[in-house]
C-alpha cells in the first residue's frame, strides 16, 4: 500500500491542494501499478511560524521582505 506524505506551509486553496493530491494520486497509480483504492496521500500544512530555513522562519523571512 503506497502512502506518500507532502508537508507544505498552509495557506494554499484547497482547490489547489486537491488538484496536487489528485496528480500525486495518478502518479503513483502509473508507476507503481498499484490499485487506487490502496494509494494513501496525507498533506499536512505547517505554519509559516513553525518552519525555517537557514535559522529564521518562513514568517521572519516574509516580514523582512514587506517594505
Do not use: C, F, S
Amino acid at each position: 500500500m503506497p502512502l506518500v506524505e507532502i508537508t507544505l506551509i498552509e495557506g494554499r486553496d484547497t482547490d489547489l491542494i486537491g488538484n496536487l493530491i489528485r496528480q500525486v494520486h495518478e502518479t503513483v497509480r502509473n508507476a507503481l501499478h498499484a490499485p487506487e483504492e490502496n494509494i494513501r496521500i496525507i498533506v499536512r500544512e505547517v505554519p509559516p511560524t513553525h518552519w525555517a530555513a537557514g535559522g529564521r522562519t518562513i514568517a521572519e523571512r516574509r516580514a523582512a521582505e514587506t517594505p
